[in-house]
């Protein structure tokens, strides 16, 4: 397939060109930061440097694409004032869709966020209502980057409505290459605290591209599939049951999460997607 992956030149977009091109997909990439994208044989075959809230520049990169990976964004609240990153987040996102639906598009893949459901960024401590953490679970965004991410899932459920087009919007958690992760590991075995607003979730930056070859590939209705996508353990040494019950002692346990099982569903994921992560930590 001809896939545009927007925000190409990032953590997590650098990986998904090389994952795509090893797929054996051709790949057009967009980053308004064009260094350190893979280009030629096992990377890009363009590369369109420029804002993807200009639409004459996305429709160019579209030409003949039949899919997008959208991952361009302000990756986290703090980085640019909150005015900017929700304006910034939430058009780049309206107009990659609409410019793809225009193109004929058919299949759109997005870089959601586990931020989603309000705790990770929030000010005040805030607990899940049930575990484990499935998609049916309510979004109650605190600050910003949350509002973004959830206005951007609504701005592809609207374009799913109205065009028929289908859109896995990928909810991702803390998202980094092993060593970042070992680095992060550490940290939460020296204080538990550190990854309880994300339930200690992570993911292998590999395990995100391979996640987003397949959400490009899989046989997928029309229609709006957002899905959490995470490591099948956690950052912790503990128990996940000991943790949740130590930091979110109000939360509802709906089922076992037995040693150190992940506390978010992962069935929709491996339904949807057949993804499972492959790069636990070591
Ligand atoms: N890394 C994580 O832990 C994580 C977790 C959940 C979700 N996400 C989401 O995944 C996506 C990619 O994150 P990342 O970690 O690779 O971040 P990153 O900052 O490394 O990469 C983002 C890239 O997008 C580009 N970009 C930003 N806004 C743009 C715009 N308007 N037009 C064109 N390019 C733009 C930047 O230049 C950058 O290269 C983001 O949408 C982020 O919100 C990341």
Known sequence: ????????????????????????????ALDRAGAGIPAGDGGAAAIHVGDCRDGALVRTALAGADAVVHLAG???????????????????????????VRAGVRRVVTASSVSILGAAWAEDH????????????????????????QCDEATEA??????????VALRFPFT??????????????EDPAEGSRELWAYLDVRDAARACRL???????????????????TLAPLPTEQLVRAFHPETELRA??????????????????????AHPRG
């Open 176 to 189: 980094d290459t092993s060593a970042a992760i070992a680095a992060r590991a550490a940290r939460v075995a």
């Open 256 to 277: 076992p999460l037995p040693g150190r099982r992940t506390a978010y569903a992962t069935a929709r994921a491996v339904a949807l997607l057949g993804f499972r992560a």
């Open 215 to 233: 959400a490009v590939e899989a046989t997928v209705a029309p229609g709006f599939h957002p899905v959490y996508v995470v490591a099948d353990d």
């Open 126 to 149: 805030v607990s899940p209502l049930y575990l484990p953490l499935d998609e049916a679970h309510p979004l109650r965004p605190r600050e910003a980057y949350a509002l973004a991410k």
């Open 158 to 167: 609207m374009f799913c409505r109205r065009d028929g087009i289908a859109v």
């Open 1 to 28: 397939m001809n896939v545009l992956v927007t925000g190409a030149g990032g953590g997590i977009g650098r990986v998904v060109v090389a994952e795509l091109a090893a797929g054996g997909h051709a790949v057009v």
């Open 74 to 100: 302000v990756p986290a609240p703090g980085i640019v004032p909150d005015p900017e990153l929700f304006a910034g987040n939430t058009q780049a996102t309206f107009t990659v869709l609409d410019e793809a």
